[in-house]
């Protein structure tokens, strides 16, 4: 044990970590903002406004998952960057023609969307989710690119820039009394901010690269990566609806308040992990795709440092939370957010396991394992349902249905942890690699 808590002490001090930093420093500033903001939003907009920012929310993440058919993640892998460009094309096609077609859908049918929802307030802004689905693509293509040339600097300003838009946008147009559309409006610029930092570091250092990009390459390159949209991309589906599933289910089955308890718990919740998981995972993923290619026993052997580090990362504020949500919640945002207090306390389990689990869950496409994510992600789908739905038959509380809900994701995160580390092994020892 002495060993091993040297070896990730020497990890922390190693040029890894300096580069997580880089991320996790342009991210962590961005946050602060975001976290500073949190007491003066729940003053400025209501727990009904927050339920409408849940679903709308719930909506645009689910498709984000997809947007450019999880070519994204393959960007990273090709040694060749023809290829590697070809996929970064092929994907923000991909991205049009999806927030095309989201927003054809919505003009059909949108009316009943918002009544599944009880969200009526949300039906002249849906608009706004195409909109926002393709800057938030187009962004993320552009981070997967500069990612490969690991140029971890210009990845942070955009988060930086991100928060910022998020939210002078939402407390701006609460103190003007703007009303949901002020929280819906700062969600879509915090996904699009950045996103031309990103365009124009790629187009001014790799435009000789892109212009070299065909039809027929761009075939070629589909049918190389054809795993990530064909397993992948359902997997993702799956993925995003375990995670935004109970916000929609949460208004339809309660009422828009209780979704907004949920929304709040989640984003404070979500706060610490998404910083975590950006200064980790984009790093790990850039180290990653290089060891799977030259060095695979290694991978083990970081997978492994990583993890140590993050559980001591993650350790104290799960136990915070656990402790002290239903207490500090009515000081920090006001007395009618008692009840996400415990949510959170509820909430804190599955906290731990994200930190810990979500930096290295890009190792299964790593290793273009999808069909062990898909299987992953539709169990833990069906285990949400279950819950949810057992909760809606039985006439359980929210506060028993965000519990339950809590313990089937920690076990179903510590599954995910194990099946990474299997594939690792596999990889490893395949004769391929020998």
């Known amino acids: 044990m002495i060993g091993y808590l040297r070896e990730i002490w020497s990890f922390v001090k190693g040029r890894f970590a300096r580069d997580a930093a880089t991320v996790g420093g342009g991210a962590a500033f961005g946050q602060l903002l975001v976290v500073a903001s949190s007491p003066i939003l729940t003053r400025l907009y209501t727990p009904e406004e927050f ?16 947007l450019a058919g999880r070519y994204e993640l393959a960007i990273p892998l090709p040694e060749s960057d023809r290829l590697a460009a070809s996929v970064t094309v092929l994907g923000f096609g991909i991205v049009l023609l999806i927030s095309a077609g989201t927003g054809l859908v919505l003009f059909l049918w949108g009316g009943s969307l918002v009544k599944l929802t009880n969200t009526p307030t949300l039906e002249p ?4 989710i195409p909109v926002g689905l393709l800057g938030a693509g187009g962004y993320k293509v ?4 500069v990612i490969r040339r690991k140029e971890y600097a210009v990845v942070a300003r955009t988060k930086v820039t991100q928060n910022v838009a998020r939210v002078a946008s939402q407390v701006g147009m ?10 819906l409006v700062g969600q879509v610029l915090g996904r699009v901010g950045g996103i031309g930092s990103l365009a124009a570091y790629t187009f001014r250092h790799d435009w000789s690269v892109l212009r070299t990009v065909t039809i027929r390459r761009m075939r070629y390159a589909a049918r190389r990566y054809k795993r990530f949209p064909f397993l992948s991309g ?9 995670l935004k599933l109970p916000e929609l289910l949460f208004a339809s089955l309660f009422a828009a308040n209780v979704a907004g308890w949920l929304s709040l718990a989640q984003r404070v919740i979500s706060l610490p992990t998404w910083l975590v998981s950006q200064a980790i995972q984009q790093v790990y993923l850039g180290e990653a795709s290089d060891l799977a290619r030259d060095d695979p026993e290694e991978l083990g052997s970081l997978y492994l440092k990583v993890s140590g580090f993050l559980a001591i990362v993650g350790i104290l504020p799960a136990l915070g939370l656990w402790g002290l949500g239903s207490t500090l919640f009515p000081i920090i945002f006001g007395e009618g957010w008692v009840e996400a207090g415990y949510y959170t306390e509820y909430l804190s389990l599955t906290f731990f396991a994200q930190i810990v689990v979500n930096p290295l869950s890009m190792t299964l496409n790593v290793l273009e394992r999808q069909e062990l994510q898909l299987v992953w992600d539709a169990l833990r789908f069906v285990m949400v349902i279950l819950i949810l739905g057992g909760g809606s038959v039985t006439n359980m509380s929210a ?15 510590l599954l995910l942890w194990f099946l990474c580390l299997y594939a690792i092994r596999v990889h490893a020892f395949s004769p391929e690699m020998k």
């Open 174 to 183: 609460g103190v003007g009394g703007a009303g949901a559309v002020g929280l």
């Open 399 to 413: 506060r028993t249905t965000v519990a339950l809900f809590s313990g089937g994701l920690f076990l179903t995160y």
């Open 142 to 145: 552009f981070n997967y690119w």
């Open 51 to 66: 339920g409408v920012l849940a679903v709308f929310a719930a909506i645009v993440g689910t498709l984000f998952a997809v």
């Open 125 to 128: 802004y849906l608009w706004l």
């Open 234 to 242: 359902p997997s993702g589906l799956l993925n995003k609806g375990a």
